[in-house]
């Protein structure tokens, strides 16, 4: 039989970004609706789309090898993986999500000492049980199964619940006091897999491609022809510490190629034409592997 790794990719808002970001890599992985097994361009796949707050006590038992969840998740979980590394994306900006302790705008409780024999609603229960312990505070914690904001202040006094923007925090009068995890997902094996030699290169090269496909993300290839005799000028200008340079078959001329930001190109093409480039070309990547 042919190796198989298995990997479980997050269900729910992550969904549609972690296979985009599969895309970039080069896998190309095909969701059906009614099917939580999905099939991909690589045979040595084996897939499965698992809720990201379930995929780390899979891990952890061995029913799969690696995936793809939050750090906030595998804290949860409490297990012991293999963190291959972070994979710095969210479902909607590229900021982490956030855990947060929060209560009503008016409400009396200002720091988590003031939670002392209150209650907290919150789908994290372990993480809430850990954050109240390091501070010496004892306070009943009961599971939400979602709609966490509406149930303050007249089911509970204060919820910890996940945002990225604030957005919803806002939009429900009620306001953070503190933060208790910033999360980010990560990419992560089962230890026993990730002895496994054949998995363990398998994982490293997934991992590798993915990484190298988030670091270009938001960055452009820019590549243009300089008159020599303006190219310590360009360089200046260019946010780079290596560019590459070629000769062309004019020698009073040379080629200039970088990767720099999106966001700086609108303003700094113009200024490389005022110094004499010509044939400007910018370029999206897919991956950049350093």
Request: aromatic residues 8%; contains cysteine; negative net charge.
């Amino acid at each position: 039989m042919s190796n198989k790794l298995k990997i479980a990719l997050p269900k729910g808002s992550l969904q549609e970004p972690t296979l985009e970001l599969l895309k970039k890599a080069g896998y190309n992985v095909h969701v059906s609706s009614r099917n939580y097994r999905p099939t991909s361009d690589d045979s040595e796949l084996d897939i499965y789309l698992i809720r990201a707050q379930e995929i780390g006590r899979y891990l952890g038992q061995g029913f799969i090898d690696c995936g793809i969840t939050g750090l906030d998740w595998a804290y949860e979980n409490g297990v012991d993986l293999a963190d291959i590394g972070e994979l710095a994306y969210s479902k909607v900006t590229a900021r982490p999500t956030k855990w947060v302790l929060v209560v009503p705008q008016d409400s009396p409780i200002q720091t988590v000492k003031d939670l002392q024999g209150k209650r907290i609603a919150t789908e994290a229960i372990g993480m809430t049980e850990r954050y109240l312990a390091e501070h010496g505070v004892e306070a009943k914690i009961e599971f939400s199964w979602g709609a966490t904001e509406v149930k303050v202040p007249d089911l509970v006094d204060a919820i910890v619940d996940v945002t990225e923007t604030g957005s919803s925090i806002r939009a429900n009068n009620l306001r953070i006091v503190d933060t208790l995890l910033s999360s980010y997902p990560h990419f992560y094996a089962n230890p026993e897999s990730y002895q496994d030699e054949w998995k363990k290169a398998k994982i490293d090269k997934l991992f590798l491609l993915l990484y190298g496909a988030l670091r270009a993300k938001d960055e452009v290839g820019l590549k243009m022809n300089i008159p020599k005799a303006n190219l310590d000028a360009v360089l200046e200008k260019l946010p780079v510490e290596r560019p590459t340079i070629s000769a062309l078959t004019d020698e009073a001329w040379v080629a200039i190629e970088v990767i720099i930001s999106e966001k700086i190109v609108r303003d700094i093409i113009p200024e490389l034409k005022s110094l004499g480039a010509e044939d400007i070309i910018e370029y999206p990547l897919n991956k950049i592997v350093a």
